[in-house]
C-alpha cells in the first residue's frame, strides 16, 4: 500500500540526498595501478611520492612525482598549502600512507585527489615505467 509523504518530510529526504551527493563529490578515489598510470598522463595533474627519501632512492618513483616525505614533521603543513583547485594523484609503498592524505587532503577542502589503493610496490610488481635518482 502506498503512503503518501508530507511536504516536510519530503524535503527532508531531498536535503540528506544531496548532502550525500556533496559528501561523495568530495572524496579521493582509490585506484588501481592501471588506472592510476591512466590518470597521470592527463593534463594538469600532480603526481606526489608520500615515501621517504631513502625509499625512493632504493626502489625509484614515478616519473615527474613530487616528493613529500609522509614521515616529516612539516608534511602535513606543505600538503594543505598546495593548491586545491589542481588534481593530485598521491601514492605511498602500499597504500597506507596516501590514503590517509588523501582523506587529509579531503577533509582541508581538496575536491580532486586520487590514490594508488596498492601503493608503488604494485606499480613497480606490473612493471610500468619507475626513474631513479642520478
Same mark, same amino acid.
Given at each position: ?32 595501478? #592501471? ?7 592527463? /593534463? ?18 614515478? @616519473?615527474?612525482?613530487? #616528493? ?7 608534511? #602535513? ?10 588534481? =593530485? =594523484?598521491?601514492?605511498? @609503498? ?12 579531503? @577533509? ?9 589503493? %596498492?601503493?608503488?610496490?604494485?606499480? %613497480?610488481?606490473?612493471?610500468? #615505467?619507475?626513474?631513479? /635518482?642520478?
Amino acid at each position: 500500500m502506498f503512503v503518501p509523504l508530507s511536504m516536510k518530510r519530503f524535503y527532508s529526504i531531498i536535503t540528506i540526498l544531496f548532502s550525500l551527493v556533496s559528501v561523495a563529490q568530495n572524496a579521493h578515489k582509490n585506484v588501481s595501478s #592501471e588506472d592510476f598510470k591512466k590518470g597521470i598522463t592527463t /593534463k594538469n595533474v600532480v603526481v606526489i611520492d608520500l615515501r621517504t627519501p631513502e625509499e625512493i632512492t632504493k626502489k625509484g618513483k614515478i @616519473a615527474k612525482a613530487v #616528493e613529500i616525505n609522509w614521515f616529516d614533521k612539516l608534511s #602535513e603543513e606543505v600538503i594543505k598549502k598546495l593548491d586545491k583547485s589542481k588534481t =593530485y =594523484y598521491v601514492y605511498c @609503498a602500499g597504500g597506507g600512507r596516501s590514503g590517509e592524505c588523501s582523506e587529509l587532503m579531503v @577533509a582541508n577542502g581538496f575536491k580532486n585527489v586520487v590514490n594508488l589503493e %596498492k601503493g608503488f610496490d604494485d606499480w %613497480k610488481k606490473k612493471g610500468f #615505467e619507475v626513474e631513479y /635518482k642520478k
